[in-house]
C-alpha cells in the first residue's frame, strides 16, 4: 500500500465513522461517549455491555448504528424462560410439494448484523451461553451442525442494573467476550429536555444509511480489516502488557494500596481489547500507529469489566473504574 | 531527486537519532558535572568557614554533616544522570516525546528492526517521519552551549569558596600575649586592643582524651589542617606564644597533679578551639600574696578552682625526682610522674566533734596541644628548662581549694578510693 492509498483509506474510515457518528446522534440525544465507545467496538471486531436503567436510549442507538449502516438488525428481550433455540434457531419438520418431510434448520434472531439481546441477565446460564458462542465464534451449532453468522456480526447486550430479582448475572468468563462495557448515564437536563422535545413532536428525526444497502457488510468489513492493519510498535505491545499486568494481584504489580481491592484482574483478552480499541483511536486521529494516548482512551471500557473487586472493594466503595485509572496513572508515571 | 526508499528513510532517521542522543548525552553530563562542581565547592566553602569560625565539636557535628549530605548529593546527582542518559532503544521514545512525534519515530524504528516493513501502513509511516526530519533536528532538539542554570550553580558555589579562602586571614583571632603580670607568679593574658587580665595564671592543659577513636579526630585533624592552610605563619606565632608563656609558669606548677588538671577539665569544659582558651585559668591568689579586686569575687566560668595544685604531668614528675621518693605524704613509688602525693591532704583529727571531714577534689582544664607530652611507661621524662627563674621563686604550698564533706562513716571507703596506690600506672 503506497502512502497516498494508505493516507486515504484511513480518511475513508474517518469519513464513514463520522458519518454513522453524526446519523445517530440526530436521533440519540446526549450519550456521544457511549456512542464513541460503541462505534468503536463495532468496527474493532468485537461485541458491547452495556449497563443502564430502562428507558435512556440503549435499544435506539443499536438500531440507529443498524440503519445507519444499513445492515440487518434483531432485538431479542432475554426472559427467564427464554431457550437457547429460541435465539440460535432450530430444526423443523418441513413436507415438501412431494410429500417428503425433512428437517429444516429455521435461523434465530442471531442470525442478523446486529444483535440487540436486552437484558441478557434475566436469562438462564444456558441460554446465555448459546449466545456468547454466537459471539465467540461466529456460528452457531444445532443439532451437530454449525451454522456460520454472515460477517460483520455485532452483538450489543444491555444490563439492567436495577430490578436484580430474578435475573442470572453474567460470570466473568462470559463478561470477558464483551470487548467493551459501558455505562450509560442518566441524561442531563438539558438533554432530557431535547428529548422531550424531539421525541414528541409530529414528525420524528429519521436515521439515513449511511452505506448502501448491497455494499455495507462487504465496506464494514473492509473497515474492519484496515483497523487490524494499524501499527503497533513492540513498546506499545509492552506497555499493553504491562496494563494488563498491573491488574492482576498475584502479578504483584498493583500497588498494594489497590491489591487488596481486587480479586482478580484482566485476562489477557483486556489486552487485545485495549489494542484493537487504540487501532480504530488511531485511524480517528489520522495515524497509522497507535500510541500511549490511544490506549487510555480505550482502557476503562476495555477493562473495568474484566475486574473481579473484593468485598473490601464493595465496603471501600471503590470500582473498578477506579483501579482501572490508578493503573493508569502508575503507567503515565513511570512513562515520564 | 529519486524518492528515498524506506530502508534509505530508516537510515537516515537512525543517524539524526544518534545525533541528538549524542548531543543530548552530553549536555545531561555537562549539566551533571556543574552540579557536582557545585556540591563539592559549596561543601568546601562551608568546611573552611566553619574550620575558622566554630568550635572543634561544631566543625565535627557540621563536617560529617556536610560531608554525608554532599555523598548523598552526589549520589543523587549520579542517579539524575542516569535516568537520564539516553540509551538507544530509548531515545527515539524520548524524541517522540520531545518533539511531539506522537510515536512516529519509536514505531517506526522499531517495526523497521523487526522487519514490520511489510506491513501496509509502513511507508506511510516512514514518509510521515521523513516530512518530520526537520522538528527534531539536534540542534533543535537539545539547547545549544551548556546548561545555564547549572553553570550559574557551579559559578556561584566555586565563587562562594574563593571569598571563603579571601576571607580566612581576617577571621583568624588575635594572638594572645602573655607577659608578666604585677604579682609574683601571675602571667597576664592580652588580647589585642584589650587590657590584659592580670589576675589569671597560665597552666597547661591536658592533651586529649587517649580514647578517642579515630572517626572521632578526623574532623579535628581536618580543622586543624585547613587552619595551618590558611593561617600559616601567624598561626605558628600564636602556637610559639602560645609554648612560651607555658614554659613561664612552668616553676609555677610545680607539685600540681595532672589528676587535678583532669578533673579540672571535667568541672570546667573550656573552648579548645579558641586559641585564647588554651590558657587555663586558675583565679586562686597565692598563699601571702595580695588578692586583687578581680580576683576576691567568685571564680569565672572557665575558671578552674584549686589552682595551686594544677600543673603539669611533667612538672610531677620533677616534683618526684627532687623529693627523691616516697614519704609519709608523698606518692607511692610507682604512683606515676604526675601523682600529688598529698592530693587527700592530712587526716582529719576532728573527726569527732566535726563528724565530717574534707576531701580535697580539684577541678580539670581542657585544651587541644598545649600541654606536655604525656610521660611513657618508662624512665620519666627530663624535666623542662626553667625559664622563669623568678616564677619558680615565688613557689608556694600547695593547698586544696574545694573540700567536699564526706560523713565519718564513708571515710574509710572515700580514702581507700581517692588513695594513690603504687601499683597506679601513670597516666
Given at each position: ?8 483509506a484511513?480518511?475513508?474510515f474517518?469519513?464513514?465513522?463520522a ?9 440519540v ?9 460503541i462505534?468503536?467496538?463495532f468496527f474493532?471486531?468485537?461485541?458491547v ?5 430502562p428507558?435512556i436510549?440503549?435499544?435506539l442507538i ?7 449502516l444499513n445492515?440487518?438488525?434483531n432485538r ?5 424462560d427464554?431457550?437457547?433455540a429460541d ?12 410429500g417428503?418431510?425433512e428437517?429444516?434448520?429455521?435461523p434465530?434472531p ?7 439481546a436486552d437484558?441478557i441477565n ?6 446465555q451461553?448459546a449466545l456468547?458462542?454466537a ?7 444445532v443439532?451437530?451442525?454449525s ?10 447486550a444491555?444490563l439492567?442494573p436495577i ?8 460470570p466473568?468468563?462470559q463478561l470477558d467476550r464483551?470487548?467493551f462495557?459501558v455505562?450509560?448515564?442518566y441524561?442531563s ?5 431535547r428529548?422531550?422535545?424531539e421525541?414528541?413532536a409530529?414528525?420524528?428525526p429519521?436515521?439515513?444509511p449511511?452505506?448502501?444497502r448491497e455494499t ?11 483497523v487490524?492493519?494499524v501499527l503497533?510498535a513492540?513498546h506499545m ?5 504491562a496494563?494488563?499486568r ?6 504483584g504489580e498493583?500497588?498494594e494500596?489497590?491489591?487488596?481491592y481486587v480479586?482478580?484482574?484482566s485476562?489477557?483478552r483486556?489486552?487485545?481489547a485495549?489494542i ?6 488511531a ?7 497507535i ?7 480505550v ?5 473495568r469489566h474484566?475486574?473481579?473487586?473484593s468485598?473490601?472493594a464493595?465496603a ?9 485509572e490508578?493503573v493508569?496513572?502508575?503507567?503515565r508515571h513511570?512513562r515520564a | 531527486?529519486?524518492e528515498?526508499?524506506?530502508a534509505?528513510?530508516?537510515e537516515r532517521?537512525r543517524?539524526?537519532v544518534r545525533a541528538?542522543?549524542?548531543r543530548?548525552?552530553?549536555?545531561e553530563l ?5 552540579h557536582?562542581?557545585?556540591?563539592l565547592?559549596?561543601a568546601?566553602a562551608?568546611?573552611v568557614?566553619?574550620?575558622?569560625l566554630s ?8 563536617a560529617?554533616?556536610i560531608g554525608a ?10 542517579r539524575?544522570l542516569?535516568?537520564?542518559?539516553l540509551s538507544g ?11 511531539r ?15 514490520g516493513?511489510?506491513?501496509p ?5 516512514v514518509?510521515?517521519n ?9 540542534e533543535r532538539?537539545v ?5 545555564s542554570?547549572?553553570f ?6 566555586v565563587g562562594?569558596?574563593?571569598?571563603a579562602l579571601l576571607?580566612?586571614?581576617w577571621?583568624?583571632p ?11 607568679g601571675?602571667?597576664?593574658i592580652a ?16 592533651p586529649?582524651?587517649?580514647?578517642d577513636l579515630a572517626?572521632s579526630?578526623l ?9 595551618q592552610?590558611?593561617?600559616?605563619e601567624d598561626?605558628e ?7 612560651r608563656?607555658?614554659?613561664g ?5 610545680e ?5 587535678a588538671?583532669r ?10 578551639s579558641?586559641?585564647e582558651?588554651r590558657w587555663?585559668?586558675a ?5 601571702g600574696?595580695k588578692?586583687?579586686a578581680?580576683e ?6 572557665g575558671?578552674a578552682?584549686g ?5 603539669a604531668?611533667?612538672d610531677g ?14 606518692a607511692?613509688?610507682g604512683?606515676?610522674?604526675?601523682t600529688d ?9 576532728e573527726?569527732a566533734?566535726?563528724e565530717?571531714f574534707e576531701?580535697p577534689l580539684?577541678a580539670?582544664?581542657h585544651?587541644l596541644?598545649g600541654?606536655?607530652?604525656?610521660p ?9 628548662p ?7 621563686a615565688a613557689?608556694?604550698?600547695d593547698?586544696?581549694?574545694?573540700k567536699?564533706?564526706?560523713p565519718?562513716a564513708?571515710?574509710?571507703?572515700v580514702r581507700?578510693?581517692f588513695a594513690?596506690?603504687a ?5
Amino acid at each position: 500500500m503506497t502512502p497516498a492509498v494508505a493516507e486515504a483509506a484511513i480518511r475513508d474510515f474517518q469519513d464513514t465513522f463520522a458519518a454513522v457518528r453524526r446519523e445517530i446522534g440526530r436521533v440519540v440525544v446526549g450519550h456521544e461517549h457511549a456512542i464513541d465507545v460503541i462505534l468503536t467496538a463495532f468496527f474493532a471486531g468485537g461485541h458491547v455491555l452495556i449497563e443502564g436503567v430502562p428507558g435512556i436510549g440503549k435499544t435506539l442507538i443499536v438500531r440507529s448504528l443498524a440503519e445507519a449502516l444499513n445492515l440487518t438488525f434483531n432485538r431479542v428481550q432475554f426472559t427467564v424462560d427464554l431457550m437457547p433455540a429460541d435465539i440460535t434457531g432450530t430444526r423443523v419438520i418441513n413436507e415438501g410439494a412431494d410429500g417428503r418431510r425433512e428437517f429444516v434448520f429455521v435461523p434465530g434472531p442471531v442470525f442478523a448484523h446486529i444483535l440487540l439481546a436486552d437484558e441478557i441477565n434475566r436469562a438462564t446460564p444456558k441460554t446465555q451461553s448459546a449466545l456468547l458462542e454466537a459471539m465467540a465464534e461466529q456460528q452457531v451449532t444445532v443439532a451437530g451442525t454449525s451454522h456460520p453468522l454472515a460477517p460483520p456480526f455485532f452483538v450489543l447486550a444491555t444490563l439492567n442494573p436495577i430490578e436484580m430479582e430474578g435475573t442470572y448475572q453474567l460470570p466473568e468468563a462470559q463478561l470477558d467476550r464483551f470487548l467493551f462495557k459501558v455505562l450509560l448515564d442518566y441524561p442531563s437536563a438539558a438533554e432530557l429536555e431535547r428529548i422531550l422535545g424531539e421525541t414528541t413532536a409530529a414528525e420524528l428525526p429519521a436515521v439515513r444509511p449511511v452505506l448502501p444497502r448491497e455494499t455495507a457488510a462487504r465496506r464494514v468489513e473492509e473497515l474492519k480489516r484496515l483497523v487490524r492493519q494499524v501499527l503497533v510498535a513492540p513498546h506499545m505491545e509492552r506497555h499493553v502488557a504491562a496494563l494488563v499486568r498491573a491488574t492482576v494481584p498475584a502479578a504483584g504489580e498493583l500497588p498494594e494500596a489497590m491489591a487488596r481491592y481486587v480479586t482478580y484482574g484482566s485476562s489477557p483478552r483486556g489486552g487485545q481489547a485495549l489494542i484493537l480499541g487504540a487501532k480504530v483511536m488511531a485511524l480517528l486521529a489520522g495515524r497509522p500507529h497507535i500510541t500511549f494516548e490511544d490506549v487510555e482512551r480505550v482502557a476503562l471500557p476495555a477493562l473495568r469489566h474484566r475486574l473481579v473487586m473484593s468485598y473490601a472493594a464493595e465496603a471501600a466503595g471503590v470500582d473498578a473504574a477506579q483501579v482501572v485509572e490508578g493503573v493508569l496513572a502508575s503507567a503515565r508515571h513511570a512513562r515520564a | 531527486m529519486p524518492e528515498p526508499t524506506p530502508a534509505d528513510a530508516l537510515e537516515r532517521m537512525r543517524r539524526q537519532v544518534r545525533a541528538v542522543r549524542w548531543r543530548q548525552n552530553l549536555h545531561e553530563l555537562q549539566r551533571a558535572l556543574y552540579h557536582l562542581l557545585a556540591t563539592l565547592a559549596a561543601a568546601a566553602a562551608a568546611l573552611v568557614i566553619l574550620a575558622l569560625l566554630s568550635t572543634s565539636g561544631l566543625f565535627a557535628a557540621a563536617a560529617w554533616g556536610i560531608g554525608a549530605g554532599s555523598v548523598l548529593l552526589a549520589a543523587w546527582i549520579t542517579r539524575a544522570l542516569g535516568r537520564r542518559w539516553l540509551s538507544g532503544a530509548g531515545t527515539p521514545l524520548w524524541i517522540d516525546r520531545h518533539a511531539r512525534l506522537e510515536g512516529r519515530l519509536a514505531t517506526a524504528l522499531e517495526l523497521g528492526r523487526r522487519g514490520g516493513a511489510r506491513a501496509p501502513f509502513f511507508p506511510l509511516l516512514v514518509e510521515d517521519n521523513l516530512r518530520r526530519l526537520a522538528a527534531w533536528r539536534p540542534e533543535r532538539l537539545v539547547p545549544e552551549g551548556m546548561p545555564s542554570g547549572a553553570f550559574a550553580g557551579a559559578l556561584a558555589a566555586v565563587g562562594a569558596f574563593l571569598l571563603a579562602l579571601l576571607i580566612a586571614p581576617w577571621l583568624q583571632p588575635s594572638t594572645p600575649a602573655a607577659v608578666p603580670a604585677n604579682a609574683p607568679g601571675r602571667i597576664a593574658i592580652a588580647r589585642r586592643g584589650r587590657p590584659p587580665a592580670a589576675s589569671r595564671r597560665i597552666v597547661l592543659l591536658a592533651p586529649p582524651d587517649e580514647d578517642d577513636l579515630a572517626l572521632s579526630r578526623l574532623p579535628g585533624a581536618l580543622q586543624e589542617r585547613i587552619r595551618q592552610r590558611l593561617w600559616g605563619e601567624d598561626r605558628e606565632r600564636a602556637r610559639e606564644a602560645l609554648e612560651r608563656a607555658e614554659l613561664g609558669v612552668s616553676a609555677e606548677r610545680e607539685g600540681a597533679s595532672p589528676t587535678a588538671d583532669r578533673l579540672a577539665q571535667a568541672s570546667h569544659p573550656i573552648d579548645a578551639s579558641d586559641p585564647e582558651e588554651r590558657w587555663a585559668i586558675a583565679p586562686k591568689p597565692p598563699s601571702g600574696a595580695k588578692p586583687s579586686a578581680g580576683e576576691q569575687s567568685t571564680p569565672a566560668a572557665g575558671e578552674a578552682p584549686g589552682g595551686d595544685q594544677e600543673a603539669a604531668r611533667g612538672d610531677g614528675a620533677r616534683e618526684a625526682e627532687r623529693d627523691g621518693g616516697a614519704g609519709p605524704h608523698q606518692a607511692a613509688a610507682g604512683a606515676g610522674t604526675g601523682t600529688d602525693p598529698n592530693l587527700l591532704g592530712e587526716a582529719s583529727a576532728e573527726r569527732a566533734a566535726r563528724e565530717r571531714f574534707e576531701l580535697p577534689l580539684a577541678a580539670r582544664v581542657h585544651a587541644l596541644g598545649g600541654g606536655p607530652a604525656p610521660p611513657s611507661a618508662g624512665e620519666a621524662p627530663p624535666p623542662a628548662p626553667d625559664a622563669r627563674p623568678d616564677l619558680a621563686a615565688a613557689q608556694r604550698r600547695d593547698a586544696p581549694v574545694l573540700k567536699m564533706s564526706v560523713p565519718p562513716a564513708y571515710e574509710a571507703v572515700v580514702r581507700g578510693a581517692f588513695a594513690h596506690r603504687a601499683t597506679e600506672a601513670p597516666r
